[in-house]
């Protein structure tokens, strides 16, 4: 079958590769939409997690032999420790994610767990459905900053964990959401889903901030335009370190909140979410176009928005 393959630093590739063969409590599942991720792009390039030669993509959707259209979710916990029966799976020490430590779905087919299938609506169709990754880690991140309802929000990064978080806060019901990107064309999608401002960066204080960026200055950012009390919630990993005034956020009592990934009971809430949101801003390129999408992407271009690839 075919598959896009990282096979060295930097490097994308489609090759041939020996078929999948779903083992005890495995499907195989026909890929239908993977989406490119901004952690790929980074990941690529300086060796991490990701350990060529690897079959990334995190973020597909797909369907059964018998027919099932589902989403899966990426994220496989151990499902016996006691993060795990708290229902936080994302902390579980053991996790694994398909597309980082396995094989993921930048091919035609892909072994799964069949406890990470979600059923899908017939109702939404897989470009949309090819968008539900993110959703849940914004939808994730909404609730790690208590669901601030009527609340001022603002959003640093406008990618497209950056747009789903704005989407989440206007169905959550956001007072007012405010988005910062140096990219004029992103800066744009945003305005076009209902921010109701859009800048190069954010002005005046918020009640919560979502840095879906994570350098040293969004970081930085993201505690000086809090009120006093208010909360940040950090989903970038652009940097791993970063410098920030830790003791304005204390005298202030500003709050720091990690977000990562999504509870599985999250990942489903996604999916019932998705038909109320705007989920027009992806683009769908054949999976033989693969390494050029990426290779613009990873060499800074800011469109398309979404990449979704389609085996
Ligand atoms: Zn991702
Ligand atoms: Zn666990």
Redesign the pocket.
């Known amino acids: 079958m075919k598959a896009l393959v990282f096979t060295a630093p930097g490097v994308v590739e489609i090759h041939d590769v020996p078929d999948v063969v779903a083992g005890a409590d495995e499907v195989v599942l026909h890929v239908d939409r993977a989406g490119i991720?901004?952690?790929?792009l980074h990941g690529i390039r300086q060796p991490g997690f990701r350990v060529p030669p690897l079959i990334m993509g995190?973020?597909f959707v797909g369907h059964t032999d018998d027919g099932r259209r589902v989403a899966v979710n990426p994220l496989v916990a151990c499902g016996t420790c006691e993060l795990c029966l708290d229902g936080k799976t994302q902390l579980c020490r053991t996790r694994v994610l398909l597309g980082v430590h396995k094989a993921g779905g930048f091919a035609e087919r892909v072994v799964v767990p069949r406890s990470s299938l979600h059923d899908l609506p017939n109702s939404i169709d897989w470009d949309h459905a090819g968008l539900i990754?993110?959703v849940a880690?914004a939808l994730h991140a909404w609730r790690a900053a208590g669901s601030p309802a009527s609340k001022r929000i603002g959003i640093i990064g406008c990618g497209p964990i950056g747009i789903a978080c704005l989407e989440v806060a206007l169905d959550g019901g956001a007072e007012f959401v405010a988005c910062a990107d140096l990219s004029h064309e992103r800066g744009t999608v945003a305005k076009e889903i209902g921010a109701h401002q859009v800048a190069t960066a954010l002005e005046g204080e918020f009640d919560v901030i979502f840095d879906a960026v994570g350098t040293s200055s969004t970081r930085t950012s993201s505690l000086d335009h809090l009120i006093p009390g208010g909360t940040t919630v950090w989903l970038g990993l652009a940097t791993s370190e970063s410098a920030f005034d830790a003791s304005a956020a204390i005298r202030f009592e500003k709050s720091i909140r990690g977000s990562f990934a999504y509870t599985n009971e999250e990942f489903a809430a996604a999916i019932a979410l998705a038909p109320r949101l705007n989920l027009s801003w992806s683009t769908t390129f054949p999976l033989d176009q693969g390494a050029e999408i990426f290779t613009a992407l990873m060499n800074g271009q800011s469109t398309p928005m979404k990449a979704l690839l389609q085996p």
């Open positions: 991720c901004g952690s790929e995190h973020e990754e993110p880690n």
